[in-house]
């Protein structure tokens, strides 16, 4: 890259995740191998069996407790803080419900996804902290209307979080890096296509060669704990 403080665009996926030992969807043995998304990741689904979503999502919840972050988290966080100093950035715009990018130092993560450790009112639309379990009997804290309350998670059919910050960011973008995904979900498998038709510089860092690979000018393939260190130092 010739710009001396550029700004980066990094999505990052459940592969970044993996080594930290949380489970991504698609590889063998992913969550969707035991759970089909039809069950668990709609809004149908909650509406049809609010008790059994609210266990999956409880179950991968108290289960972030268990994890860290791994060297590729720390090393973009590195890379942010040392962008910023410069006059450039690094914004990091994730697919994961997990906190390990902020527990490795980044900042203003964009989960587009949402967040496992965030509640939603289907009554009110409040957004809370949720630290513990959520049920069919959780109270909203603004509204206080019970058995409304949701994870904070975006699911299919549902409109992913802040799109217009992540395509003016794209827009403004010098690099577009995906890490660790699989491309096999939209809109975030289509940024790649949205830098490219700008002129922007694609690189894949992933395990294998994702669905959207023929987009991508560059590409190395590995687990992330060791391309990503060795791609932002
Ligand atoms: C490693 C590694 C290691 C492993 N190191 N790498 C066309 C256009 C637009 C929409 C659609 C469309 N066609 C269909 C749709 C609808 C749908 C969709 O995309 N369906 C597809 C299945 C076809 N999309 C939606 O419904 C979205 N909403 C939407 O489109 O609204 C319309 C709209 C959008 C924008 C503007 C206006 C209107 C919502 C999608 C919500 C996704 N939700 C989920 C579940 C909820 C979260 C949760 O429970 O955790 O989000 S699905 C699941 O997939 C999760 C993930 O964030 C997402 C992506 O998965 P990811 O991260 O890529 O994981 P994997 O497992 O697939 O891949 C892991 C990769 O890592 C692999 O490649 C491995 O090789 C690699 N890897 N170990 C490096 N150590």
């Known amino acids: 890259m010739t710009v001396q403080s550029p700004i980066i665009f990094v999505l990052s996926g459940a592969g970044i995740s993996a080594e930290s030992g949380i489970k991504t969807f698609r ?21 049809r069996d609010p008790v059994l979503v609210h266990r999956f999502y409880n179950l991968r919840r108290a289960a972030l407790s268990d994890v860290k972050p791994n060297p590729a988290h720390r090393a973009l966080a590195r890379l942010q803080s040392s962008l910023r ?5 690094l914004v990091i715009v994730t697919q994961n419900v997990d906190d ?3 527990r490795g130092g980044a900042r ?8 496992l450790k965030r509640a939603l009112c289907s009554a009110c639309n409040f957004r809370w902290d949720c630290e513990g379990d959520l049920s069919i009997e959780s109270l909203c804290p603004a509204c206080t209307t019970v058995s409304r309350a949701r994870p904070d998670i975006v699911w299919f059919g549902e409109i992913p979080y802040q799109m217009d910050r992540i395509e003016a960011e794209l827009a403004r973008a010098d ?12 809109p975030a ?3 790649v296509q949205m830098a490219r038709s700008m002129g922007t510089p694609t690189l894949e860092l992933n395990m294998e060669p ?16 060791t391309i990503v260190p060795i791609w932002a130092e």
């Open 189 to 191: 498998a289509g940024f």
């Open 108 to 115: 203003d993560v964009i989960h587009m996804h949402g967040e």
């Open 85 to 89: 100093e410069r006059g450039g950035d």
């Open 210 to 225: 994702s669905l959207g690979s023929t987009y991508f000018d560059t590409a190395r393939h590995g687990p992330a704990g």
């Open 27 to 47: 590889d063998n043995d992913g969550l969707w191998e035991t759970h089909r998304v039809e069950d668990v990741a709609t809004p149908d689904a909650f509406a």
């Open 175 to 186: 690099q577009f890096v995906s890490i660790g995904t699989s491309g096999a979900v939209y």
């Open 100 to 102: 390990l990018h902020e």
